[in-house]
């Protein structure tokens, strides 16, 4: 039932013009991350990582999904230092708005905290009419193509060794810029996630995986917690 709904929801979110933008946050230390790379024979490669910055740098990041005939997918991305509160989430979501031309916005992320802190819930409660919410299942980033850029970053980071906080900002930012200019490697997140993306129906994006029990979630009317299923 519940996906049934949320199939219609975004057929009802592409015929109102709105954008079905799928959200997640990721984080870079400057902890050593070791991949196979290339060194002179019977010289084995060092990294010499930073040890005196215990500081992170945080991406908020949204992934569009083309929901309409020659649409494109997009990538949206913010880089701050330290962990991520409420307030950073609703300057993204001001600076999503602008990006994306002040088309009403259709959110979809999972429970984390900050995305249901209280001035976010007074941020989205002030504007219903551009923004509207419906959470992914718990312990699902699975069903979250955007997790798959985050992947692509990492992986693209590996053996990076930035000297200060500003540098791992940049290193961050580089690499999702590049993705933002690869449509096609962005639309096969999706067929990662078991989302089908074409210009005549988007149930498939409200059908849960085969052989799941899992569903999607709208945040319901006044923006209450979540009733979640703790597995033991």
């Known amino acids: 039932m519940a996906a049934a709904r949320l199939a219609t929801r975004q057929k009802g979110a592409r015929r109102s013009g709105a954008v079905l933008a799928l959200l997640d946050k990721t984080g870079h230390s400057f902890r050593a991350r070791v991949g196979s790379t290339w060194a002179l024979v019977a010289h084995a490669p060092v990294l010499h990582r930073v040890e005196r910055y215990r500081r992170e740098v945080t991406s908020i990041v949204v992934l569009t999904a083309p929901l309409r005939p020659g649409e494109r997918p997009h990538l949206v991305a913010r880089h701050i230092e330290g962990s991520v509160h409420g307030s950073d989430v609703v300057a993204f979501l001001r600076y999503l708005y602008r990006r994306l031309g002040g088309r009403p916005v259709w959110l979809v992320w999972n429970w984390l905290q900050a995305y249901r802190a209280a001035d976010v819930k007074r941020f989205l409660q002030q504007h219903l009419q551009d923004f509207r919410v419906h959470f992914l299942p718990s312990y699902s ?61 988007c149930s498939s994006l409200g059908r849960r995986p085969p052989g799941s029990s899992r569903e999607w979630r709208e945040l319901p009317e006044g923006l209450r917690g979540p009733r979640r299923d703790r597995r033991r």
Request: glycine residues 2%; contains cysteine; aromatic residues 4%.
């Open 141 to 201: 980033p699975d069903l979250n193509p955007e997790e798959q850029c985050n992947a692509s970053v990492k992986k693209a980071l590996l053996n990076a060794l930035p000297e200060n906080i500003e540098e791992l900002r940049r290193q961050a930012r580089r690499e999702f810029r590049r993705l933002q200019h690869c449509p096609a490697t962005l639309r096969a997140y999706f067929a990662h996630a078991g989302l089908s993306l074409n210009s005549t129906s």
